[in-house]
């Protein structure tokens, strides 16, 4: 059965367009040490990229009670600021000038992260993306995050758009997963935060983001 055309994108933002990778991982390692708690190596903390801060801590710290884990997350975005000063986030390569191209084309293009909207809507600015944007989704705007299918959901829903005629991208499994979970199609980005391997389940695999605008080509034409 042939299917339909793709109108909109919905993407991730940490590791599919913002190289946010550095940031997470230094303001993770502060926020163990401020607290008192084993830091866990780069890798360990790469693999919580993708989920709430809550989650997050929780994986790298099975032991660590809800209320300790929500403490974890409030000290987590206040040193958050102190190291985007350190270290200052930039968009991946050929992100901008691939947003524009897509745009340009027709397609409606959106986010949905687990980072908090108005965080998430400061680097979207920042990196000078965010008029490529139709519609951002953070953590806080659902009940339930990454990798249950709700950010796929709740913007199809807003947008009026089904599920076929969508592909999510990210950078992890989880948001490959959400994707699935929703009906959608999903293209892995492998210049993030996983590896290819982890990413096999994903209908499309790019290596660079500029692949965006032969995929579509490639999708709308089939």
Do not use: W
């Amino acid at each position: 059965m042939e299917k339909p055309p793709i109108r909109l994108i919905i993407l991730d933002f940490d590791g599919t367009l913002g190289d946010t990778r550095a940031n997470i991982v230094l303001t993770m390692t502060q926020t163990l040490r401020l607290l008192g708690y084993p830091v866990a190596s780069e890798e360990a903390i790469a693999a919580t990229i993708g989920v709430p801060l809550e989650e997050g801590f929780a994986q790298l710290l099975p032991d660590l009670s809800p209320d300790e884990a929500l403490v974890c997350a409030r000290t987590y975005r206040e040193q958050f600021e102190l190291c985007r000063k350190i270290l200052v986030p930039e968009v991946f390569p050929h992100v901008k000038d691939t947003l524009s191209a897509l745009k340009e084309a027709g397609f409606i293009l959106t986010v949905a992260s687990s980072r908090r909207s108005q965080s998430l809507n400061e680097f979207l600015v920042d990196m000078e993306i965010a008029p490529y944007i139709s519609y951002v989704l953070g953590a806080d705007n659902v009940t339930q995050a990454k990798p249950h299918p709700e950010p796929v959901l709740k913007t199809l829903a807003e947008l009026g758009i089904p599920a076929g005629e969508t592909l999510v991208v990210g950078d992890m499994p989880v948001d490959i997963q959400m994707g699935k979970s929703a009906g959608a199609r999903t293209c892995a980005v492998t210049y993030g935060n996983a590896s290819r391997e982890e990413l096999s389940e994903a209908d499309y695999i790019i290596d660079d983001f500029a692949e965006m605008l032969p995929l579509m080509a490639d999708l709308q034409s089939a």
